[in-house]
């Protein structure tokens, strides 16, 4: 069935720091959307992704959507403390069903 | 503006018993999904709700069953409970326009299950 992959699971920076995760999927996706989960929350949407080569800014956000439409990454500039948690990307797989990657947690030292 | 909310927050259960979670949509919305997220992972899809009727469902026994009402709050049943369902279970609601895929997803808390 459909996968999607994401790395790193983890990754530690200090504050100030760029951080990036990138996504892969084993077929085309129809749209790719970006969610973040704070420890002991659930997740909250970020944004959503639908055409090939598309880039999106969120603040210090940066969103891309390959154009293949098989892969994506989240560009953070300069982390803050607030920017700790779990990033997930979810890929619309087959039939339309949201399929999650395992996530990249992000912790930030000050 | 009330957001997802689910019930109840913590559960904790025996194997071979059963269990209901209850979900109710953010105001307005009318399609509801139940996801399964273990520790450390990401959150699973077990099933979609639209009109009453399940509309897709992921890779999950036939234990997992649901029901959706007419005032479009939702119900996920877990018969035969086993260790491996213990887990955070998500209920998140969108509004039916177009594919449901293309929607984002609004999050409830989560009920945590654990199962002894």
């Known amino acids: 069935g459909q996968q999607v992959m994401q790395i790193p699971q983890y990754q530690h920076v200090q504050e100030g720091e760029d951080f990036t995760t990138y996504c892969n999927s084993s077929t085309t996706l129809s749209n790719i959307q970006w969610y973040k989960q704070r420890p002991g929350g659930h997740p909250v949407f970020l944004i959503q992704?639908?055409?090939?080569?598309e880039v999106k800014k969120q603040k210090r956000l940066t969103f891309q959507f390959g154009e293949a439409k098989k892969n994506s990454s989240l560009h953070i500039t300069a982390t803050q403390t607030t920017d700790v948690g779990t990033y997930f990307c979810a890929g619309r797989g087959q039939g339309g069903k949201l399929i999650f990657g395992q996530g990249t947690e992000l912790s930030v030292k000050p | 503006d009330a957001g997802v909310t689910q019930s109840p927050t913590h559960l904790i259960k025996t194997r071979g018993q059963q269990v209901t979670l209850r979900c109710s949509p953010k105001?307005?919305?009318?399609?509801v999904s139940w996801y399964q997220q273990a520790l450390g992972q990401g959150p699973q899809f077990i099933f979609q709700y639209y009109e009453e009727e399940e509309r897709q469902r992921g890779n999950f026994p036939d234990r997992f069953s649901g029901h959706q009402f007419p005032n479009y709050s939702s119900e996920l049943n877990v018969n035969a409970l086993l260790l491996g369902d213990s887990a955070l279970y998500l209920c998140?609601?969108?509004?039916?326009?177009?594919?449901?895929?293309?929607?984002?997803?609004?999050f409830g808390d989560g009920t945590r299950l654990s199962i002894l």
């Open positions: 992704l639908v055409k090939s080569g």
């Open positions: 105001s307005g919305h009318d399609t």
């Open positions: 998140a609601s969108s509004l039916r326009t177009g594919e449901a895929g293309n929607q984002p997803q609004h």
